[in-house]
């Protein structure tokens, strides 16, 4: 059973940033495409980011490229989101996603992923 736990978020002024990470204590995540998301108050959730384990293939959202980092560490079986440059449209919830899939597009529609965790809160103060 995959369990992913998210940690990292908080509140922190426009133009700053935070590192979000997520990881399964037990489980190593080798073939496995791990995406980011996030809902806002009232709003759909939407896709962030997603990575391939062991970052060989990215993709991000239009709104966050160029700020956010995905990236992984093998060692620590972790995900992380370096978010930079934050606006306050970039609070929302983030969740972290995991689906076994290794090759082909990376997924982009929460439907595509198998695993969620509980997700961590990002707000940001303008």
């Known amino acids: 059973q995959v369990q992913l736990v998210e940690s990292g978020g908080g509140l922190v002024q ?24 996030r809902q806002a108050p009232g709003k759909e959730r939407e ?4 990575i391939t384990w062991g970052g060989r293939r990215t993709t ?19 995900v992380y989101l370096q978010m930079t440059s934050l ?26 992923y198998a695993y969620w965790g509980q997700g961590t809160q990002v707000a940001v103060s303008s």
């Open 14 to 37: 426009a133009g700053g940033s935070l590192r979000l990470s997520c990881a399964d204590s037990g489980r190593a995540f080798s073939g496995y495409t791990m995406g980011w998301f």
């Open 87 to 112: 606006k306050p449209e970039d609070a929302a919830v983030y969740y972290c996603a995991a689906v076994l899939l290794s090759s082909g597009v990376l997924p982009t529609m929460s439907h595509e």
């Open 60 to 78: 991000y959202a239009n709104s966050v490229r160029g700020r956010f980092t995905v990236s992984t560490d093998n060692a620590k079986n972790t």
């Open 47 to 50: 896709f962030v980011a997603a």
